[in-house]
T-cell receptor, first 114, second 117 residues
């Protein structure tokens, strides 16, 4: 596609429920990243995919968070048993590969846990 | 580990004023440096980048020079406009000497800029 697409754009969920956030990267981009933007926390790295593998998942805050990528394309970030502190904007970005490029970011999914 | 420190905001200026937003970093290897901008209600956009020491990135009247000796990448604009009101993020991407990216970006906390007419 023309840009990085994320869905849903907004998600309100009850504490304790599981949620899935989806990211469609730019076609042909082999690298995909997830970040979290919280009020007062800035932008926090979560996980990096190169193809379907995740060489760096050091930013996942707990074992309630997981992510996968299939076909070298779409990625899903799953948060199990959501907590109120998970409320944030979750951003996905992609880039052509392991070269020195800036990323292209999606518009994000705003997650609110009530 | 890698880190980025930005001047704290918010920054409030009158139109046509000179803008500087300070950014300093610590990193191993040979990082690339970036400024991203987030306009109200929009996603993050790459504003400019520099990939090696003494490089100057520029875009839309904004400039930043990669200073290895002071580990800085300050953002400047000679004459700001109301439309420049946004949040500005400094970021680095670590690399090896061979230029291979480590992948992740490390961001500063962001600086809110408000420009009044």
């Amino acid at each position: 596609g023309a840009g990085v697409s994320q869905s849903p754009s907004n998600k309100v969920t009850e504490k304790g429920k599981d949620v899935e956030l989806r990211c469609d990267p730019i076609s042909g981009h082999t690298a995909l990243y997830w970040y979290r933007q919280s009020l007062g926390q800035g932008l926090e790295f979560l996980i990096y995919f190169q193809g379907n593998s995740a060489p760096d998942k050091s930013g996942l805050p707990s074992d309630r968070f997981s992510a996968e990528r299939t076909g070298g394309s779409v990625s899903t970030l799953t948060i199990q048993r959501t907590q109120q502190e998970d409320s944030a904007v979750y951003l996905c970005a992609s880039s052509p590969g392991r070269t020195i490029y800036g990323y292209t970011f999606g518009s994000g999914t705003r997650l609110t846990v009530v | 580990g890698d880190s980025v420190t930005q001047m704290e905001g918010p920054v409030t200026l009158s139109e046509e004023a000179f803008l500087t937003i300070n950014c300093t970093y610590t990193a191993t290897g040979y990082p690339s440096l970036f400024w991203y901008v987030q306009y109200p209600g929009e996603g993050l956009q790459l504003l400019l980048k520099a990939t090696k020491a003494d490089d100057k990135g520029s875009n839309k009247g904004f400039e930043a020079t990669y200073r290895k000796e002071t580990t800085s990448f300050h953002l400047e604009k000679g004459s700001v406009q109301v439309s420049d009101s946004a949040v500005y993020f400094c970021a680095l991407q670590g690399t090896t000497a061979g230029g291979t990216s480590y992948g992740k970006l490390t961001f500063g906390q962001g600086t809110i800029l408000t420009v009044h007419p």
